[in-house]
């Protein structure tokens, strides 16, 4: 098992910058990818953007391509994810996930059907 909480949701207004916190505990050696994923009212859940644990390679929506950065700390077991020029499209419950599916060893995933252990998620809203 897997917990994982996150932190640093908040309001902002357009243009504002926002740093999304995941503490991982459990048996994190098991997964292969982490990733954050959204999710808007009335919208299906997105993958944002993931990176293979441990070893890094990280791939992004093109939504948020050169805007949003995802990071891990492997000594502390926590994923980050630095969003910049938000923009009012980008409010979501945001949620942070890890996969323990083997492909995620060699190509991370956006695909939020492939996550395994989710976070409780965090709300992000951005304002124009």
């Known amino acids: 098992q897997v917990q994982l909480v996150e932190s640093g949701g908040g309001s902002v207004q357009a243009g504002g910058s926002l740093r999304l916190s995941c503490a991982a505990s459990g048996d994190t050696y098991m997964s292969s990818c982490m990733g954050w994923l959204r999710q808007a009212p009335g919208k299906a859940r997105e993958g944002v953007a993931s990176i293979r644990s441990r070893v890094g390679g990280a791939i992004y929506a093109d939504s948020v391509k050169g805007r949003f950065t995802i990071s891990q700390d492997n000594a502390e077991n926590t994923l980050y994810l630095q969003m910049n020029s938000l923009k009012p499209e980008d409010t979501a419950t945001y949620y942070c996930?890890?996969?323990?599916?083997?492909?995620?060893?060699?190509?991370?995933?956006?695909?939020?059907?492939?996550?395994?252990?989710w976070g409780q998620g965090t709300q992000v809203t951005v304002s124009s």
């Open positions: 996930a890890a996969t323990v599916a083997p492909h995620c060893q060699w190509v991370a995933s956006l695909i939020p059907n492939e996550y395994k252990y």
